[in-house]
């Protein structure tokens, strides 16, 4: 019930309805509420001829919107609403758009005081008076009835009385603007709740007040609750009640108005009939509202679970990322702990060496100065014999002494820079462009029935990725079975999302898949679609045969250069007088197909030859030269079975201007049969035939055919045995 209190509050006032009216909108509003936001034409620019009238909306005459600005910033007369619950602001006489505000004339009361007078007791609406609807802002010209040409909404009304007594909460002040109190005391009069300091401050028992009887709040609930009804009555006629409806003004009505007013001639129906009419439609109204509410209420379970999840996903993702980081700074210490080492022990080498070459010069020098010290003595003495005794060995230690001083002796064998340079650069360049990249393989797709479709023994199938994935897709891989329930294989892989399949069998119930894949894998499949190949019909006699309908033309793209297509492919003839080859641009494998082919043109008793072939057949030769095509070819008196130059089954019947030539496949036997207008010519021409066979014909610049496709199969062929004579039954 909480979620239906704003439907049964004044948009002027914010508090519930008190005496609602229907303005032409359908729109309510307080009457109080009304009269307080009613504005005033000059004279000179008020429609005299537009008056309210309480009997339909198209009486009303809606104001041009732009050009009275009721509800304009710039018109400080109708820049609030607030002034019902709180002392109503006192309006400008006159806004710069020439609509003047009346506020209510009733005697100001006291601040912060509520008071209710009788309708009664109001003044007349000023002439002119205008209206808008706070909730639509369209605006309408009162007429001499004021606001008492607008309907009462006694449902709304009721309903907002039931609203109010079924609250099990207690009472609470109906003036308090903040936090509402506990109410101790009701005035019947007045019909208001009040606090005991709203009482003291807005109800005082004093001068008219005195008279007021206030009893407890439970005991004006239940007062409330025992007032009777009113009586509904016609707002043109107050003193008749209204018994009927008028169904093209949409408002009920009195007999006096069905007698004197306008709806004399107006269709009319009782109101009980109409009332019950109406509860019914808005009965099945609300079954579809309640089903909508009903979708609205499982969505935001779904989206309060996703909330959830989330909330719990982002925890889990926050600390994935946390641990993620974690190791790469683990990853940097145990790589900042093996750099230091090799710094430490790149430290301890040189001191070593220079500690090594330091020690080995003092031992050096030591001796040096002891050999300089001694030869210096010796030089002292005066012993000429005994001097050059020694002289030669001291001079010779002191040349090899001073060769061990030699180049490189005085030079440090190691510097003390650290040659060792950390490249950093890279690593910090990889860390700023850290970030987060798609790991998640794609959605399904979803496949577009709408547009997947099959022609003869095509499939064209479409999709497209779910609407809310935001996973990178880097291609497509459509699938599909052999036609015959088996295994799947990969028919398309590619970036687009639709894809035409040629050269699937007739007659066939295909199995189609499709996935996506990024840098991070493959998706999951698809819904499985099942798709049918061409059209197909049951033959005249109801046996394990069926008999496919299919069109097809002549294939330019195959054919010998020397052909020449027109007619939409489907006409043929050669500007070369040798034997050329054109084959059909579908091939078949499995059921019974028949096509026929007009001569249009005979000239000098050519020999054209019709039949099937594999895709690989001669162009240049007469079909059934090689061993890759089965025909017949006829002239103007007689015709031959060929195939690997093999001339078999002479039969007489040739050919000439007009005559139809027919071929008949049927893979339930593997035979083939020729037909000559309209009748079997010759016995069965080929059988034991397998795998997949193409329409073709071979002619020269003397002939030109025109192909038939999509027909049934003659009347007198029963797909069957053939007969020990080779016709067929």
């Not at 504005?39 to 008056?51: F, G, K, M």
């Not at 400008?92 to 020439?98: E, F, I, L, R």
């Not at 009939?273 to 609300?286: P, V």
């Not at 089965?630 to 019947?653: E, K, L, Q």
């Amino acid at each position: 019930m909480d979620e239906m209190e704003e439907e049964l509050k004044c948009p002027v006032c914010g508090s519930f309805y008190r005496e609602p009216i229907i303005l032409p909108c359908s729109h309510n509003i307080c009457l109080a509420c009304a009269r307080n936001i009613l504005v005033q034409t000059p004279d000179a620019e008020s429609p005299q001829s537009s008056r309210a009238s309480g009997s339909g909306v198209s009486d009303y005459d809606y104001l041009d919107l732009d050009k009275m600005s009721l509800y304009s910033e710039a018109d400080s007369g109708y820049g609030s609403y607030g002034g019902f619950v709180s002392a109503p602001t006192t309006p400008c006489q006159k806004s710069p758009n020439g609509v003047r505000v009346f506020p209510p004339t009733v005697p100001q009361p006291p601040p912060q005081q509520h008071l209710l007078p009788q309708l009664g007791s109001l003044p007349p609406i000023p002439r002119n008076s205008c209206i808008t609807c706070p909730q639509c802002h369209r605006s309408l010209i009162l007429d001499d009835r004021g606001l008492r040409g607008f309907p009462k909404n006694r449902v709304l009304e009721g309903v907002v009385d039931r609203y109010q007594q079924g609250k099990a909460a207690a009472l609470k002040c109906q003036l308090c603007e903040k936090s509402p109190k506990e109410a101790s005391v009701m005035c019947e009069q007045c019909d208001v709740f009040y606090c005991d300091p709203c009482r003291m401050r807005c109800h005082p028992p004093r001068g008219p007040l005195a008279k007021h009887r206030l009893v407890p709040p439970a005991q004006g609930r239940i007062s409330r609750r025992a007032s009777p009804r009113k009586i509904s009555t016609c707002t043109e006629h107050e003193l008749e009640n209204l018994s009927m409806y008028c169904v093209q003004c949409k408002t009920p009505v009195c007999y006096q108005c069905l007698e004197e007013g306008k709806h004399g001639t107006h269709e009319v129906k009782a109101l009980g009939a109409m009332w019950k009419l109406h509860k019914g439609q808005l009965s099945q109204a609300l079954n579809g509202l309640s089903d909508r509410a009903t979708e609205a209420k499982e969505f935001l379970v779904q989206l309060r679970n996703m909330v959830q999840h989330i909330q719990e996903n982002g925890v889990e993702f926050e600390a994935c990322l946390v641990a993620q980081c974690d190791a790469l700074i683990d990853a940097l210490n145990r790589r900042k702990a093996q750099l230091l080492a090799r710094v430490t022990k790149e430290h301890e080498h040189k001191l070593k060496v220079v500690r090594d070459q330091i020690s080995h010069c003092t031992v050096k020098l030591r001796q040096t100065t002891g050999l300089m010290e001694y030869c210096l003595e010796v030089i002292k003495e005066n012993d000429p014999s005994g001097f050059l005794q020694i002289s030669d060995a001291l001079i010779r230690r002191v040349h090899v002494t001073e060769g061990q001083w030699g180049k490189g002796t005085l030079t440090p064998r190691m510097t003390s820079d650290f040659d060792l340079t950390l490249d950093s650069g890279p690593l910090l360049q990889t860390i700023h462009q850290l970030d987060f990249v798609q790991m998640k393989v794609p959605a399904a797709p979803m496949l577009q029935l709408e547009e997947c479709c099959t022609q003869n023994n095509s499939a064209t199938l479409s999709w497209k990725q779910p609407p809310l994935s935001t996973i990178a897709v880097d291609g497509y891989i459509l699938e599909l079975d052999d036609g015959n329930g088996g295994p799947f294989r990969e028919v398309y892989v590619g970036t687009e999302t639709i894809c035409t399949v040629d050269g699937l069998h007739f007659n066939s119930t295909y199995r189609s898949r499709v996935k996506a894949f990024n840098g991070s894998g493959v998706g999951q499949y698809s819904k499985t679609l099942i798709m049918q190949t061409s059209e197909t019909g049951l033959p005249p006699c109801d046996i394990q045969a069926i008999s496919t309908v299919a069109w097809f033309t002549f294939d330019p793209v195959s054919a010998h250069p020397d052909i020449i297509l027109s007619n939409d492919n489907l006409t043929v003839t050669c500007s070369s007088y040798d034997d050329r080859v054109v084959m059909g641009n579908s091939a078949f494998s499995r059921g019974v197909h028949y096509w026929e082919m007009t001569i249009d043109r005979y000239d000098n008793h050519p020999d054209p030859a019709f039949g099937i072939a594999r895709g690989d057949v001669l162009k240049d030769v007469m079909l059934g030269k090689d061993d890759k095509a089965w025909a017949m070819y006829v002239d103007n008196n007689r015709s031959w079975f060929m195939h690997n130059n093999s001339h078999t089954n002479r039969t007489d019947g040739g050919i000439s201007k007009g005559s139809t030539i027919g071929v008949l496949l049927d893979f339930s036997r593997g035979i083939v049969i020729f037909l000559l207008n309209d009748e079997q010519q010759g016995p069965v021409a080929f059988e034991a035939l397998e795998g997949v066979y193409y329409p073709a014909i071979s002619i020269n610049r003397n002939v030109q055919v025109t192909l038939h496709t999509g027909l049934a199969i003659p009347d007198f062929y029963t797909p069957g045995e053939a007969d020990p004579a080779g016709s067929v039954c």
